[in-house]
């Protein structure tokens, strides 16, 4: 008499189904991992941080530029004499061109954070061209020379975004420091105090001060700048620091 369960699956099939739907789960996941990566990209050239003995670090802050914080930013970075690096968003950018004037003018970098600040996966090349060049083109107005390194939001790239940083000859700069987190876990003493536990000469940091509900990380430029001096680094910009030797 016939089986009314149809025919029973041998152990290497039970065996190939399993691992064919063990592949199917981790692809998505294995796409996500490489897509966020802080150190890894599909083509190109990234930088998380510099191989040098020098107790050298960079200083940035992603997002903005905002006006009402400006003033506070500008004048702590002043009176430590901190040049540091800014990746700004295209579109904040265009409502405030003083800013981002302004910022040059002091002697620090602007970067690339793309126009709409989206994430950057599953984006035509067209799409693409338009967040990296009116960026580009918003920096430069400001007064910026010289190479204009970018930074992904969220640290989302996958394929294209990075095939069109390779075709167009520029750098991405992600970080291996990043002390303030989510603004409702940030605390300036914990900023402080996780920065330097993280830092090694080479670090590039990473800040978020331009919001409201980042008045932590605000607060907590100042004494991460004092202590990190105390503790014998020196600040420069990312471009100083990519151009450093590796002593």
């Not at 029973?8 to 592949?23: D, E, G, K, Y």
């Amino acid at each position: 008499m016939g089986s009314s369960w149809g025919p029973v699956m041998t152990r290497s099939t039970q065996l190939r189904m399993a691992v064919s739907l063990c592949i199917v789960v981790a692809l998505p996941l294995g796409a996500r991992e490489v897509a966020r990566s802080r150190t890894f990209q599909t083509f190109g050239r990234l930088v998380a941080r510099v191989e040098t003995k020098r107790p050298i670090v960079a200083l940035t802050f992603d997002d903005g530029p905002t006006a009402g914080v400006a003033d506070e930013i500008l004048r702590i970075l002043e009176s430590r004499q901190v040049r540091a690096t800014f990746f700004v968003i295209g579109s904040h950018l265009a409502q405030e061109p003083d800013l981002g004037r302004r910022l040059v003018a002091a002697g620090h970098e602007l970067g690339n954070h793309t126009y709409s600040h989206n994430r950057m996966v599953l984006r035509s090349q067209r799409f693409v061209r338009a967040e990296v060049e009116r960026t580009d083109g918003l920096i430069r107005a400001a007064g910026q020379t010289g190479e204009i390194y970018f930074r992904a939001p969220f640290c989302w790239k996958l394929l294209g975004l990075p095939w069109y940083l390779w075709r167009t000859g520029r750098t991405s700069v992600t970080w291996d420091v990043a002390p303030d987190g989510p603004s409702s876990e940030a605390d300036a003493a914990r900023i402080v105090s996780a920065c330097r536990k993280a830092v090694r000469p080479g670090s590039i940091i990473l800040l978020h001060v331009w919001y409201r509900g980042r008045e932590p990380s605000r607060a907590a430029v100042p004494a991460l700048i004092d202590q990190l001096r105390a503790d014998g680094y020196e600040f420069v910009t990312v471009r100083e620091l990519l151009s450093s030797t590796q002593d």
